[in-house]
């Protein structure tokens, strides 16, 4: 097969073969296709895109190019869960404790910071001790024993996705439905879970900025899911400001243990919950949504949930401490309370901006070798649709230095507009798939 012919084909908007897909991916795994003529295909697919069987091949094929894990030693269903990323959106370490509290077997690899949102595995990381590199067989026997396990993924998972991925990144084909859908989902049919609920995120600090784009990325993901015979659900989440209010690694560890003490009714918790329970359901834990979400509410208010928090940091070395007494969590030399200059009401927020602002302070990598400031980081005083008036505190930032405060300080002004009528609320969770 003559690769320079796939990519005039797909160049010229005709569909690609099943055979001529597994060509591609295998050649961008093996190295045996060069970097530009997989550029070029990555290109032709951006603009002229791939239909679902095409992309649920692209899947495949990806999800192929490694290990799949074997989870058949791990009693009950597994389902997994995937956030497409975003700002503040710190759910996992709240629903996974939680489901797990209430029977579901959690194994799940999680990811770093990613560009300007934010990464469970650089979260967990904050917390002294934590370690999240686990072979498969600890993870396995951590599930079988304690019911819960979360680590990074490990190298040999949908290698194709890593050489895939890193060119996109540089040749302006990140944002693309197809390929966004098969680079998530390969990853998630090699963690080899029996269900699969995606969180996929719409709005200013999204990939997806629009719900028509959202709903085609979710409809794609689940096409692709269902393909490969796995259970898939989607919801469509609201992410034109960020989930929580405390955005940073440990910060959102401290956020976490808050909502699992039953302190803080939030945006956070009520997508967490959501997420949480059609995981139960799909686990066969609860019979409907509804008794999923009085399940995961029974398990705050009688503090399961946060036990089991703190069983997985002890499990995997930590300090769980840090649960109860947050200084052990450690604090940043320098603050900075961003004060507002007009009055009015708070009618949006470019989340993807306070992202860039997190990143400023610490929170994330500006480039792979960057290490992350676990302390650094935002807590927002503001929502969306709040009255303001000249002199109110919208955000305390946190960094190592003055420098970047006031750096981060400019980039969370300019994300805010003020005007003088509120804005129309809009849903959090926009759509339900399945
Ligand atoms: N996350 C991924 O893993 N891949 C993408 O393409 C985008 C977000």
């Not at 999800?63 to 995937?82: F, M, P, W, Y």
């Not at 019979?287 to 399961?304: A, C, F, T």
């Amino acid at each position: 097969m003559n690769f320079v012919d796939l990519i005039i084909k797909k160049r010229n908007r005709q569909r690609l073969e099943e055979k001529e897909i597994e060509f591609f991916v295998n050649g961008a795994a093996k190295g045996t296709i060069p970097d530009y003529q997989i550029a070029a295909m990555l290109m032709a697919i951006c603009i002229n895109g791939l239909d679902n069987e095409e992309t649920a091949c692209l899947t495949s094929e990806m999800t192929a190019s490694g290990k799949i894990l074997d989870l058949s030693r791990i009693r009950g269903i597994k389902v997994d869960k995937h956030s497409t990323g975003g700002v503040a959106d710190t759910t996992t370490l709240i629903l996974a404790p939680l489901t797990a509290s209430l029977g579901l077997p959690v194994i799940k690899m999680c990811g770093r910071s990613l560009g300007h949102t934010g990464g469970t595995l650089d979260k967990l990381e904050s917390i002294p001790g934590m370690k999240t590199r686990l072979t498969a067989d600890e993870a396995i026997e951590q599930v079988n024993s304690k019911g819960i396990a979360i680590m990074g993924q490990t190298a040999d998972l949908a290698p194709a996705d890593k050489v895939l991925y890193e060119l996109r990144d540089v040749t302006g084909t990140v944002e693309s439905i197809p390929l966004i859908a098969a680079s998530i989902m390969s990853k998630k049919l090699a963690a080899g879970a029996d269900a699969i609920v995606l969180d996929v995120k719409c709005g200013s600090g999204a990939f997806m900025k629009t719900p028509e784009e959202a709903l085609r990325l979710a409809e794609t993901m689940l096409a692709a899911g269902k393909k490969a015979g796995k259970k898939t659900a989607a919801l469509i989440t609201d992410m034109n400001q960020p989930l929580g209010s405390f955005i940073g690694n440990s910060l959102e560890v401290i956020e976490a243990a808050e909502i699992l003490k039953g302190r803080n009714d939030n945006d956070l918790k009520t997508v967490s919950l959501a997420l949480g329970s059609k995981m139960l359901v799909l686990g066969g834990i609860a019979k409907d949504g509804k008794e999923g979400l009085e399940m995961l509410n029974e398990n705050i208010e009688n503090g399961r949930g946060l036990k089991k928090f703190e069983e997985l940091i002890s499990l995997q070395g930590g300090n769980p401490d840090v649960l109860y007494d947050y200084e052990l969590l450690g604090s940043s030399l320098s603050s900075l309370s961003v004060k507002i200059r007009q009055s009015g009401f708070i009618s949006s927020i470019d989340t993807y901006k306070i992202g860039k602002a997190s990143v400023v302070l610490g929170c994330g990598r500006l480039s792979k070798t960057d290490t992350i400031d676990y302390t650094a980081g935002i807590i927002m005083k503001k929502r969306l649709g709040d009255p303001v008036n000249p002199g109110d505190t919208i955000a305390e930032l946190f960094a190592a230095d003055s420098e970047k405060c006031r750096e981060a300080a400019e980039i969370m002004r300019s994300a805010l507009t003020i005007t003088t009528a509120p804005p129309k609320k809009s849903p959090l969770i926009l759509y339900e798939l399945e």
